[in-house]
């Protein structure tokens, strides 16, 4: 067991080393409060940002709204051309269907001409056989004739 001047020792070496902690915490809460102080700096400088950094974007919020009316505008102007455009659309599909009708009735004059024109083919074709057919014969006439007034 140690001796009361032992135990004494031992008890004034604590006491120094809890009042260096002591010192030690004290300069601890000195420099955390330094820290803190400087970061609450920094806090309000960015808040102070942040409220202009806030005003911009409740400018840019206000030239959106701008710019969203001019697209309405623009949106508007489309439709009403997209509406127009559908009309005349309307009308040359109209106007297709009537020039359909045209060519069908052109189609079935076609169809009536060609029939025409091969019912004249075959007659031309008749007619030039029959025709063939009288100066063939009168060419052996006229030969016939000939020889007739040679040998008379």
Do not use: C
């Not at 001796?3 to 020792?9: D, G, I, N, P, S």
């Not at 069908?104 to 004059?109: E, H, I, L, N, Y």
């Amino acid at each position: 067991m140690p001796t009361a001047e032992e135990r004494l020792a031992s008890l004034e070496a604590k006491v120094d080393t809890i009042a260096d902690l002591r010192n030690l915490i004290v300069e601890l809460r000195g420099d955390m409060n330094a820290r803190f102080t400087s970061m609450d700096t920094r806090f309000t400088s960015m808040d102070r940002r942040f409220t202009s950094i806030d005003t911009r974007f409740t400018s840019i919020d206000a030239r959106f709204a701008s710019i969203d009316a001019r697209f309405v505008n623009i949106d508007a102007r489309f439709t009403e051309l997209q509406e127009n455009m559908n009309g005349r659309f309307t009308e040359v599909s109209g106007r297709f269907t009537g020039i359909d009708g045209r060519f069908t009735t052109v189609d079935a004059r076609f169809t009536e001409m060609s029939g025409l024109i091969a019912s004249l083919d075959a007659k031309v074709d008749r007619h030039f056989m029959w025709l063939m057919g009288m100066m063939v014969t009168g060419f052996i006439a006229v030969i016939g004739a000939l020889i007739g007034v040679v040998y008379r």
